[in-house]
């Protein structure tokens, strides 16, 4: 079993920036893909990034390319989103997400098993 908590969302202003962390603990987690999600009001969860065990490979959401930057410390066991020239259109409740050998595409949700309780994001205008 694997828990993960996010933590470091809040209110920010436009433009502005946000680090969300998300701490895993359980067996063997540091072998697994980590992935972030969001989920606006009103609109069905999204992908927003993912990276590999390793962390050679990331991937993100063409809507936050350039601004979102995922990275992990497998030593802390940590998985961190850092956001950068927040857009209101940003708001929305964040989830980190961890897959451990379950065949599938990193950038859907099903493909992972265990997830956080989410932190939410707000940016103002």
């Known amino acids: 079993q694997v828990q993960l908590v996010e933590s470091g969302g809040g209110l920010v202003q436009a433009g502005g920036s946000l680090r969300l962390s998300c701490a895993a603990s359980?067996?063997?987690?540091?072998?697994?893909?980590m992935g972030w999600f969001r989920q606006a009001p009103e609109k069905e969860r999204e992908f927003v990034a993912f990276?590999?065990?390793?962390?050679?490979?990331?991937r993100y959401a063409d809507s936050v390319k350039g601004r979102f930057t995922i990275s992990r410390d497998n030593a802390k066991n940590t998985t961190d989103l850092q956001m950068s020239s927040l857009e209101p259109e940003d708001t929305a409740i964040y989830y980190c997400?961890?897959?451990?050998?379950?065949?599938?595409?990193?950038?859907?949700?099903?493909?992972?098993?265990?997830w956080g309780q989410g932190t939410q994001v707000t940016v103002s205008s």
């Open positions: 990276i590999t065990w390793s962390g050679i490979t990331t």
């Open positions: 997400a961890a897959r451990g050998g379950r065949p599938g595409v990193l950038s859907r949700q099903e493909t992972y098993q265990y």
């Open positions: 359980g067996r063997a987690v540091s072998t697994y893909d």
